[in-house]
């Protein structure tokens, strides 16, 4: 009779115990799942804030470029006026033993150049005509580049916006027949620098330097003595400009000067 009456109770007592396992393993879920819940929503939030600090950078970028000074109109004439401050630019004040005197490394003068040219064409410019010696900046011994010239005729070509290239050919003793390509470019300050100077060789058409020189000995005929020398000096508006002078023991005398036209071959007289 006792057995019947505990087996009921000690039956009741599993139960009881079992319903209070779940119940505190279905606490422990909730939690679980509270805290689960909890996580995602920082990392939404992260997510969500880093995204809108990245908008905000893409905006203030946007807004720095637009904000950006846009490049000064360039004209014909700016460009040339730009040519011109490039060769003063470069012809540094020397002294007798070509010492540069108002720059003492080559570092200081670079920064000199790089405030009208390119920092690649400012180097160039360095390694082609200064050096240290004996700590001391120097200008090697040499003929200058070739410079634009405002009294021969070129052109100003548009590449774009913030580009442009200056096309000037010109004729010389020293480098003959070429084709010189200035290209200017604009800075984020909106001001223009030289970004490049390239040459090219260009086929003499018509009369050759020889044969102007002939022309204008064939017109002064009778006149010539015979320590006078006549020789091309420049081209000027697309005529060959000879130069007829005297050798002296001390000196050059200069007889005259003048304009062979290379298509009519006329040879006028400068004076």
Sequence with gaps: MEKVIYFPVAVMFLLFAAGCATEDENADNSEQGKANTSQEQVEESDSTSEEAVNQENATNAEASKESSNPPETLTKAKAGDLLIELKETFRVETNNENVVTNYGTLEALQQHFESIMSENLAQKYMNDYFHMENGELKIVATEEPAWFDPEVDYSLKEENASTYHVIQEKQSELYGNR????????????????????????????????????????????????????????????????????????????YGWYEVNPETEEVTSMF
């Design 179 to 254: 084709e010189y390509t200035y290209t200017l470019k604009a800075q984020e300050d909106g001001m223009w620098i030289v970004s490049n100077v390239s040459s090219e060789e260009m086929e003499m058409q018509g009369l050759t330097q020889g044969e102007a020189e002939e022309l204008v000995r064939e017109h002064l005929q009778g006149e010539l003595g015979d320590n006078m020398v006549v020789k091309f000096d420049h081209m000027e508006q697309g005529n060959y400009v000879v130069h007829v002078f005297e050798n002296m023991e001390t000196h050059t005398a200069t």
